[in-house]
């Protein structure tokens, strides 16, 4: 399935180009992921837009974070802020402790791996730059079927909690 990008809202917005852009130089891989492409699909406007960049190494990407004028939130967990958009590197999580941050990160090298950090399926809905829907854990027919599963098992997704 592709998107068309005159469909998605945020290629309107001159702050997501500029970054779009700009980050074309270090990646062929970039996508929007997690609520805002789910947001898209249910026709609602979403302020939570968050971008993975691939095939860049964390000390690059910090760099090139930087440079771009962004902040670093979660530096450890490789997360910039740029305007209202979150930029990040691919990542796992692996439990390794009680709580909220009894937990390891480290950097994804593909998309399947990278999603499935996701809580649920509709949260693990992708888009790339062509507008092209990366659906690895069958969120599209989550959405369409108003059914709220979680990506892996249960305990998998929320043994923290």
Aim: proline share 2%.
């Amino acid at each position: 399935m592709q998107v068309s990008k005159t469909d998605l809202k945020i290629y309107q917005n001159d702050d997501f180009i500029a970054l779009l852009d700009y980050l074309k130089k270090f990646s062929s891989r970039i996508y929007l992921v997690g609520g805002c492409v789910r947001d898209h699909f249910l026709g609602r406007a979403s302020a939570d837009v968050d971008v993975e960049l691939y095939d860049v190494n964390p000390h690059r990407f910090e760099q090139i974070m930087q440079d771009f004028g962004a902040q670093g939130v979660g530096k450890s967990y490789f997360v910039y802020k740029y305007k209202n958009f979150d930029v990040s590197l691919p990542r796992t999580e692996s439990k390794t402790g009680v709580g909220h941050k009894g937990f390891s990160v480290a950097l994804a090298t593909d998309e399947r791996e990278a999603s499935r950090r996701r809580d649920f399926t509709i949260n693990a809905l992708a888009l790339d730059e062509a507008g092209n829907v990366i659906d690895l854990f069958e969120g599209l027919d989550d959405l369409k079927q108003q059914i709220l599963r979680a990506v892996g098992t249960p305990s998998e997704r929320f043994n923290e909690d």
